[in-house]
Structures are given as C-alpha cells and as structure tokens.
C-alpha cells in the first residue's frame, strides 16, 4: 500500500517483476475520498530499467530475509495499516498487520516501491 493517511484508504501498485508493468491505484486527495461516487483513475506503464532493477533486488532481499522480524518493536502511526504482499512462483509472503513487526528489508522494499509510485 502507498501513501497511506489517517483519512482516505491507501493507494497500491501491483508490479509484474519480469516486464515491469504495472498498475497503480492512486489515494483519493482529501475531501474526495469521502465521496462514495469518486474514483481513482488506474494508472497502467512500464517501469524503467533502473527502476525495475532496484526494484527486483530490493524485493530479492526482502524474500531472503523475510518479511517478520522478532522481537517486534512497537511504533504508533495513525497512517492507516501497510502491508506488502509478494507472490512468486512457488512464494507468496504477506507482512504482518504490525508496522514493528516488518523485516528492515520489508521496509525497505516499502521506501523504494514509495520512492518510484509515491
């Protein structure tokens, strides 16, 4: 999920790691998220070569490393709820509802996913 708030659900972006493609669905701004008619248009492209190949490692570390780490640690965010999910031929991992609970690599493929769609 990307560019959570503590007012309007998050946005996400699901990304085919092979091509690059994506799609992303865009946060409604503020006051428009309260609007049951408005719709986020999607968002289809093609990642660049950089793009897809920072994304590619940062996702390779986050699947070597895992997406939960113990002892989870506690943070307070009144952003909304994040979660990762990555599928895989033959993995498929989903991070924990705990933002403290994330792996470092989970967050950091979070950033870079953020830093590119964000």
Same mark, same amino acid.
């Given at each position: 999920?990307?560019? !959570? ?13 092979? %091509? ?6 865009? =946060?409604?701004?503020? +006051? ?10 999607? !968002? @289809?492209?093609?990642? &660049?070569? /950089?793009?897809?190949? =920072? ?5 390779? @570390? ?7 780490? @113990? +002892?989870?640690?506690?943070? #307070?965010?009144?952003?909304?709820? =994040?979660?990762?999910? #990555? %599928? ?5 991992? %989903?991070?924990?509802? /705990?933002?403290?609970?994330?792996? @470092? ?9 953020? &830093?590119?769609?964000?």
């Amino acid at each position: 999920m990307l560019d !959570e708030n503590e007012w309007c659900p998050a946005g996400s972006v699901y990304v085919d790691l092979q %091509t690059g493609e994506f799609m992303l669905h865009p =946060r409604l701004q503020r +006051p428009n998220c309260y609007d049951a008619s408005s719709v986020a248009e999607i !968002e @289809k492209g093609k990642l &660049g070569s /950089d793009d897809l190949d =920072r994304l590619r490692k940062a996702v390779a @570390k986050a699947v070597a490393s895992g997406l939960r780490r @113990k +002892p989870c640690s506690i943070i #307070i965010s009144n952003g909304g709820p =994040r979660q990762l999910v #990555i %599928t895989l031929p033959g993995y498929s991992a %989903t991070t924990p509802e /705990d933002l403290g609970c994330w792996s @470092k690599e989970a967050g950091e493929l979070h950033d870079e996913l953020f &830093g590119i769609f964000g």
